[in-house]
């Protein structure tokens, strides 16, 4: 495999090197097409390489439709079908990949990520594919059938199909960009709204202010949207939340935040599966003169209860505390709504949502209809995935359905 290449001619010019770039530049190759991938990045695969804390999170074992967000995330049904979760453990198993599973159905490689790199660098190369790395797309034009990109080393590539593989606009100082969205607009292809997901959100300094000392708590969470989603139905996700200097974090948080509107609260459960009312009674019974705020950080932690308690006005020792007092702090740790001002935007954000109009490609090939030999695969595509894997296995299966056509 060669980092740059000059030829003027290839059957398949694939544009990005990442999971979905590399998956459908593997299944053209191997089904005898010419291929050629560039990436202005000086590495492929570097999203993979980072995920998971360097153990990348590959794919999720109850990955399917449900599990995605976009103004038709049916759209996704065909490509997860067609190659599913089950496909890729094969051929991470294949490439001796030790891995193993953690929450939820999560799969994480037990070594580096970098296996994963290298196990689809060895397979394009296997498979005849060019990887010319540093070297960006300037312009792209259609040309008769196919199409002409001129690159930023000043050369010029024509190619039957052109696959748009470059990622939504989160993480940008991985070099990630909107141009995805616009070669698609080039080709007057809608492309729905965009926003940061699975992101932090953030306070204003008001209640930041009052909330700073909790920085570094973490529990087990569940947490909602306080507004029915636009198809009925409040999300909500189990799992754990972080409080920060900026607002809450944590994979509850993240997984919110792709529902989550500006001007709209989101409400936590802090103990989750436990009546904090009936649980303060009976310490209450048992121990009157128990302080409060003790008795709470028997439930959640320590700092946690002294701030509910305090944000409650609520003191003392427990004997000398009513029912409805009790209540309010039942509802303090178990409805806790709160109203985000913002997110902490691409920077840290994991995946953009939105993206390609799904309405605009064929759901079998990931091609325009109105623009034959063009392909958007990806997270370019309006289908975001849940956290955990999801956005993996929709990179692979996006991939792997242009591939055989392109």
Not at 201 to 226: I, K, M, Y
């Amino acid at each position: 495999m060669t980092r740059a290449s000059s030829g003027a001619l290839v059957d398949v010019l694939v544009v990005g090197a990442g999971a979905a770039g590399m998956m459908a530049a593997i299944e053209a190759g191997r089904r005898g097409r010419r291929v050629r991938v560039v990436d202005h990045a000086d590495r492929p695969g570097e999203k993979i390489r980072i995920s998971g804390g360097g153990r990348c999170n590959f794919t999720n074992l109850g990955c399917g439709p449900a599990n995605f967000l976009g103004e038709n995330p049916r759209f996704a049904t065909s490509a997860l079908r067609r190659y599913t979760q089950h496909d890729f453990v094969k051929r991470i198993d294949r490439a001796g990949i030790a891995w193993h599973e953690k929450t939820l159905g999560q799969l994480f490689c037990d070594g580096s990520a970098k296996q994963i790199v290298r196990m689809l660098t060895d397979d394009m190369a296997a498979a005849g594919v060019t990887l010319s790395l540093e070297i960006g797309v300037e312009r792209i034009a259609r040309s008769g059938d196919g199409f002409t990109a001129i690159l930023s080393d000043g050369s010029q590539v024509t190619a039957a199909s052109l696959v748009v593989a470059t990622g939504g606009k989160s993480i940008p100082k991985m070099g990630a960009t909107g141009w995805a969205h616009e070669v698609a607009r080039q080709f007057d292809i809608r492309v729905t709204e965009t926003r940061p997901a699975l992101v932090p959100l953030t306070f204003e300094a008001g209640l930041l202010e009052t909330l700073t000392p909790l920085a570094g708590v973490a529990v087990d969470a569940r947490v909602t949207t306080a507004s029915s989603s636009p198809k009925g139905g409040r999300p909500s996700f189990n799992e754990a939340m972080l409080f920060t200097h900026r607002g809450l974090s944590g994979p509850a948080i993240l997984q919110i935040s792709s529902y989550w509107r500006e001007g709209e609260a989101v409400v936590a459960s802090m103990a989750p599966g436990r009546d904090v009312f009936e649980e303060l009674k009976a310490a209450k019974a048992s121990n009157g003169k128990q302080a409060v705020h003790t008795a709470l950080g028997h439930i959640v932690p320590r700092r946690l209860a002294e701030s509910l308690c305090q944000r409650e006005g609520v003191s003392g020792n427990l004997a000398d505390l009513s029912d409805k007092v009790l209540r309010r702090l039942d509802q303090a740790v178990n409805a806790w709504a709160v109203k985000p001002v913002g997110s902490e935007g691409y920077r840290t954000a994991e995946v953009t949502l939105g993206g390609v109009d799904t309405a605009a490609l064929d759901q079998q090939t990931m091609q325009a209809k109105t623009v034959p030999g063009l392909y958007f695969i990806g997270e370019a595509v309006d289908v975001t995935g849940w956290l955990g894997g999801y956005n993996f296995q929709w990179a692979w299966s996006s991939g792997w359905a242009a591939g055989q056509v392109c």
